[in-house]
């Protein structure tokens, strides 16, 4: 029996979008900030979660927006809260296995859609 199920590879795409989408809400982030170069951060925070922490906790708390978040900019923020949240819910929920975490991660991500709404 194949591990690799509709089901799961669903779950694997969604995690590759959740994850693109994180860098390319740091990116619109760091831009609306000022940053010189914010590419290189949305490049790396979600390569190197330490470079995210330093930029959620440091970098970002130290600059006001210089203009309002726009809808593409509150679209990817609402889709990385989702994906975590479903991805702490999806854990919880499920035995400790990837493949079944995989499988419940899709749906605790679409029931916390709302939410991050």
Request: aromatic letters at 16%; glycine letters at 10%; proline letters at 8%.
């Amino acid at each position: 029996m194949s591990l690799l199920t509709p089901a799961v590879a669903f779950g694997a795409a969604l995690g590759l979008f959740v994850w693109h989408a994180s860098g390319v809400w740091v990116n619109f982030d760091a831009h609306a900030r000022g940053s010189d170069y914010p590419a290189v951060w949305g490049v790396f925070a979600p390569l190197l979660g330490i470079v995210l922490f330093y930029y959620l906790l440091w970098w970002r708390r130290g600059r006001s927006r210089e203009y309002l978040p726009s809808r593409w900019e509150r679209a990817t923020a609402i889709v990385v809260v989702a994906g975590l949240g479903g991805l702490g819910v999806g854990s919880l929920v499920s035995p400790p296995d990837p493949v079944s975490q995989l499988t419940t991660w899709p749906v605790a991500f679409a029931c916390c859609l709302p939410v991050a709404y």
